[in-house]
């Protein structure tokens, strides 16, 4: 494996302090679920002609560690979605399957661009980590992104292609702004007038007589 394979992998973020009541991104969390992908369908990442299926399924790896590395890097305004954690668990538990994909990728490019493979597959990681930068779509992009780094530390050994095939279009998905979930379901009352306190509009058994109020 490469120097540049070693540091991608090895690499760790340390999670930085963050003010106590930074806890609740959304009250009710907006839908970003999307249909699981092979890894060559429009917006999942940058395009790979002539990819193998291994080589799609690599490419798709590649793309939700760095998805995930942006959150643990951007989302620590939040210790509670433990992006950083679930980032450095995620590079410890799937290190073989991510220097797998890595070494697939280094195939493509090698098979594909020859003599500059290096530079196409640099500008193609630089690319991909500077596709998941948001700054209006943050809250969005950080509370999923915890969910699908739970999701990834959770699977078996060998099976984390299976993460990033299912919830890959829910990462891209949550880079579009949306509100909070719970604006869209929000029901507006209509104003009840309060009872009036005035002597005129009660009885002297102390009931309300509305008639009296006008």
């Not at 969390?29 to 399924?57: C, H, M, W, Y």
């Not at 797998?100 to 594909?112: G, H, I, M, P, S």
């Not at 969910?147 to 292609?161: C, F, S, T, V, Y």
Request: aromatic share 10%.
């Amino acid at each position: 494996m490469g120097r540049f394979a070693l540091a991608a992998l090895a690499t760790v973020v340390t999670a930085q302090a963050a003010p106590a009541g930074a806890s609740y991104l959304f009250w009710v969390k907006p839908s970003f679920t999307g249909e699981p992908v092979r890894g060559d369908e429009p917006g999942i990442g940058i395009a790979l002609p002539k990819a193998t299926p291994k080589e799609l399924q690599a490419h798709l790896l590649w793309n939700m560690r760095a998805g995930l590395n942006v959150a643990a890097l951007q989302c620590q305004f939040s210790p509670s979605l433990m992006t950083v954690r679930n980032y450095n668990d995620l590079l410890r538990h799937h290190a073989g399957e991510l220097n797998d994909a890595y070494n697939t990728l280094n195939t493509y490019f090698k098979r594909t661009t020859s003599k500059t493979w290096q530079k196409a597959f640099d500008q193609y990681t630089t690319k991909t980590y500077n596709g998941f930068s948001t700054m209006h779509a943050q809250i969005g992009f950080c509370e999923t992104a915890a969910a699908i780094g739970r999701d990834a530390i959770g699977q078996p050994k060998g099976k984390l292609h299976l993460t990033a095939e299912n919830r890959m279009r829910e990462f891209r998905n949550s880079l579009v702004p949306q509100n909070d979930g719970i604006f869209a379901t929000r029901q507006v009352l209509a104003p009840r007038q309060l009872v009036s306190l005035a002597p005129q509009c009660w009885d002297k058994k102390g009931r309300y007589v509305e008639r009296k109020c006008g």
